[in-house]
């Protein structure tokens, strides 16, 4: 396997995209599903292999790719949308955007805990605000988590394709 050999340019290219789309997972800024999805696409595409390896790879990752982005968004917003207001999940989102762009990268996060406490303070009062904030806390984590197993599993489904293409 030469490294001018087109094949093996798109595999390490897809490979490099998919495991930026994992470790993008982890990074507020960059789409990490979505990337570690058109990795396998990539690869399904221009790769080399047998052409129905390749499509049976990205068929399994493509319905991967969509149960994970729908579970990220219907479980976790249940969830949130039971413990925390609207304008809450807002002020949060404004506030990370802004602490995004003062404290780079752990200021998303620090900005929007902070959002989340300052309404929940205001509507709940200082004991109540906390558990509150906490919630919406974990539902974001529980979202992180989905994105992060669909992506792991693109990427296995990935290896398993390498690996008997």
């Not at 990220?72 to 039971?82: D, E, I, M, S």
């Not at 992060?148 to 990935?158: F, Y």
Request: zero cysteines; charged letters at 10%.
């Amino acid at each position: 396997m030469e490294l001018s050999d087109t094949g093996t340019a798109v595999t390490l290219l897809s490979g490099l995209v998919i495991l930026t789309g994992v470790i993008g997972v982890l990074m507020p800024v960059i789409p990490g599903l979505v990337l570690t999805w058109v990795g396998v696409l990539l690869w399904a595409l221009l790769g080399d292999g047998s052409g129905g390896s390749r499509a049976l790879v990205a068929i399994l990752a493509t319905v991967v790719f969509g149960i994970g982005i729908v579970v990220k968004f219907l479980w976790p917003g249940k969830k949130l949308r039971n413990t925390v207001p609207t304008s809450a999940l807002l002020a949060g989102g404004v506030l990370g955007l802004i602490g995004f762009f003062v404290v780079p990268v752990i200021g998303l996060v620090l900005g929007f805990v902070l959002g989340v406490w300052l309404v929940e303070l205001n509507r709940l009062g200082m004991e109540r605000a906390w558990p509150s904030t906490r919630s919406a806390i974990g539902a974001v984590g529980l979202s992180l988590l989905v994105e992060l197993a669909s992506a792991l599993l693109i990427a296995v489904i990935w290896l398993f394709g390498l690996a008997f293409a």
